[in-house]
């Protein structure tokens, strides 16, 4: 009976290390293969360059890097460039504004009339959380024609945030309160942290999120369109011309304020991405409404500053296209995307988003995880 046992025992000692085996050897080819497909992808795509950090379920953090931190040069990308994040901001204002509806200092159902009465009519009845859901049906300035003759014709131009809200025409989805990516929302959620705490967005980001968590190379400029070094170059490419036009110290970040003006490294946007979407500084009530997702269309919906595409938890982020961004959760593991615009012949799809969708579309360990 003992050798009977032994026998079965050790016979299903080896089915149990055959399938590890092949686990680890199938995972290993999955992160195996993430540098191939992101070397392809931005050549597919015309992307100048990317770094890309993902972290594992089991903690592990594995980093890569394709193409130049700057067009006419042959350095490539590195672990410590900063970028722009564009719209990524975006969760950093929507985790300041939980925090204080976690701290008793707002209801999300509060009218942004009461708040801010010079800006908001109380005919509107937006609220806080209509705001984060981006469903206020308020205008939305960066679909203004003239906003966008005049960011066009001097993008140096600084701007302040009540100039930014007067532009945009009426929306009237108040029936039912339509979902419309609006970077207004954002600039009001920015406006309202500024007046409950009477301290700048600034220094709220910092003092909150950016000194605990020792985020050291993010920023959220406003005054100046340059970037502390080491950070990579943003490139335009205009298809009339044919030419690349590096536009990384001709933007004045102020025209997106709090809907899209932070600069991040690929290692402090990982180290935010693993809090935000853990709910970092809120409680477990707050969490939860944050994390109640709204349908916008099949198999895309959006919380309070996340959204969920195609079961990637996160958000995106563009900056005037020359930078764009990704920090999701998928799957169980965490990524990080960071583009430096396009190279001749890149179009919309020369984004961090579409390599994401490459990397999950291609790579052995998605591949295996979907069948």
Not at 231 to 246: E, L, M, S
Request: with cysteine.
């Amino acid at each position: 009976m003992y050798e009977h046992w032994s026998r079965r025992g050790f016979a299903l000692l080896f089915v149990i290390l055959f399938v590890l085996m092949i686990y680890i050897c199938s995972e290993a080819a999955g992160h195996n293969d993430f540098n191939r497909i992101l070397q392809q992808a931005i050549k597919e795509l015309n992307v100048p360059g990317a770094v890309l950090m993902v972290e594992k379920p089991d903690g592990g953090i594995l980093f890569y890097r394709a193409g130049i931190r700057r067009m006419g040069s042959r350095k490539p990308m590195s672990k410590n460039l900063k970028f722009r994040v564009g719209s990524i901001t975006k969760t950093y204002v929507a985790s300041i504004v939980l925090m204080l509806a976690s701290e008793g200092r707002v209801q999300l159902d509060t009218e942004v009339h009461e708040i801010l009465p010079e800006i908001v009519s109380k005919d509107e009845h937006v609220t806080v959380r209509h705001l984060l859901q981006m469903r206020s049906s308020l205008r939305n300035f960066t679909e203004d024609a003239q906003f966008l003759k005049l960011f066009r014709e001097r993008p140096w131009m600084h701007w302040t945030p009540e100039h930014l809200l007067s532009f945009g025409n009426e929306v009237n989805y108040r029936s039912g309160r339509k979902f419309e990516y609006n970077n207004s929302n954002y600039v009001l959620l920015g406006l309202i942290i500024e007046k409950l705490t009477g301290d700048s967005f600034e220094n709220q980001v910092y003092e909150r999120i950016l000194a605990p968590l020792n985020l050291k190379s993010t920023s959220f400029p406003v005054k100046s369109a340059n970037i502390a070094e080491p950070f990579a170059r943003g490139h335009d490419y205009n298809p009339q011309t044919g030419k690349v036009i590096d536009l990384s110290l001709r933007i004045n970040p102020s025209w997106a304020w709090c809907s899209g003006n932070g600069v991040s490294t690929v290692s402090d946007l990982m180290k935010w991405n693993k809090a935000f979407l853990n709910g970092y500084g809120l409680s477990k009530r707050i969490f939860a409404e944050q994390m109640d997702f709204q349908p916008v269309a099949r198999r895309i919906s959006y919380g309070l500053g996340v959204m969920n595409k195609y079961d990637a938890v996160g958000h995106n982020g563009n900056f005037a296209g020359i930078y764009t961004a990704v920090a999701y959760r998928y799957n169980g593991y965490y990524f990080v995307i960071l583009t430096n615009g396009q190279a001749k012949g890149g179009g919309r799809k020369a984004t961090a988003e579409s390599i994401f969708w490459q990397l999950i579309d291609k790579s052995t360990l998605f591949n295996q995880s979907k069948s």
